[in-house]
């Protein structure tokens, strides 16, 4: 693979030069004009016929590998899709982002760590969750964690306005930039939507960056600096950044990640059969498509799940609410999950017979009996749950067991048997090493 354009091609074999050249296709049937020496004009200036390449001086075989080189680089640009990542560049989860750029910032904070992916992934919520733990390690107030959009700033917001003391004229700096002035100890500074930002506002920016200024305030050395934004290709209003600005920080890759969103949905009060729904359609979790202007991404499905029990009630107001949220397509395939959850026979059935009542055959209607499950999870029936999931097969009894502990993992951590013991401990962990399962 050729990785950015200063890339050498090395030959570390034993067929000849003028045959790997041909074979690129340096060289056409009918061959190129000789090699004439320097000075001699050529019909292709550089060029040589094969023959000649046996006698040709160092520079010019050193010539030859450079245009392999380009050729090369030119036919892995073109093979990759448009929206591939480029130079090198790999795409990285919330968690691993998380913890790479506080490791990051457990040596320096002088390294500025640039978020950048889809709209609705998580970035904001990945950079905020980052300052979060920098300042409980730190200390930090939150008055001193500020988050700066340049998109609806002017460039007076960085440098400040002037103010005139009799003899000459100074920048009096705006508020925001102050409480991170030189002296104030930690703190930090998150710059959303940097790539919203329009040239007037790129270039104040780089010098907040490198030099840690705002005009003619110095910022604190203790300041830690994340930016997010978005990607160009995903049409949402990002604009190209300059290459002095790009050149400052380290653009990081972000990917959304089904494992990742299901263990902050734990925290944060997605419904269980939301959560069961992604599980069953986890493609739908970020389908991301620039010519729609509804996409389900992890941020339209929080959304969706703060739409009031008062409004599911009327199926047709319900389905219009979550397609204006991830759009018609995924909405019909939700509401049509919930709509089979409904329909399903109560759980007191299963419960009251866990080791005898059928097994639904589709699989849509099994996670939709999970997902049922999940949201009634209690201490004193989570044994009968249990019975009644391990007759699933092996994949859909540890996509249960990964359910119930998002839904309501203190219950089922702690629930007992019937005789006394841990029941997550003793019979589910039991299940699933013996199914070589362990989550």
Known sequence: MVCGPSSQLRL?????????VSSIGLFSESGIPAYRGPGKSSSRPGSLHAKDMRDAPQKLVSTVLRTIGRRLERMTRRSAPDNAPTDCQHTMKF?????????????????????????????SSCARE????????????PERIVEFNPSLCEPSDILGLPQFNGEFTKWLPPQEFWVLREG?????????????????????????ILDRCAGQLRLSSELYIIATGNRTQDKSGANRLSTKLANRMRELEFT???????????????????????RFRPELLS?????RS?????????SVARIPETIEKNSGIFAEHVAGSVGKGAAAEYVGFLRVMKKLPGVERILADPRSVPIPEERDVQWATIAKLASELTLENCEAVWTFTKRLSPEMAVAAAKMYLSANKKVFTTAQTAGGKNLYGTTVAKFLLAGGLLL
Do not use: Y
Not at 287 to 291: G, Q
Not at 294 to 299: A, E, H, K, L, V
């Open 130 to 141: 980052i300052a979060q733990e920098l300042a409980k390690k730190h200390g930090i107030a």
């Open 12 to 20: 570390r074999t034993q067929i000849p030069v003028t045959f790997f």
């Open 287 to 291: 389908s991301f498509d620039p010519s």
């Open 256 to 278: 959304e990640d089904l494992e990742d969103w299901m263990a902050w949905a734990e925290t944060h009060g997605i419904p269980a059969k939301l959560q069961a729904f992604i």
């Open 95 to 123: 968690s691993n982002l998380k913890s790479s750029i506080l490791a990051q910032f457990e040596v320096t904070n002088e390294v500025v760590p640039f978020i950048v992916g889809k709209p609705g992934g998580g970035k």
């Open 294 to 302: 509804c996409n389900p991404t992890p941020r339209s499905w929080e």
């Open 184 to 208: 104030v100890g930690p703190c930090v500074l998150i710059v959303e939507e940097l790539t919203d930002a329009d040239m007037s506002m790129q270039n104040p920016l780089c010098r907040v």
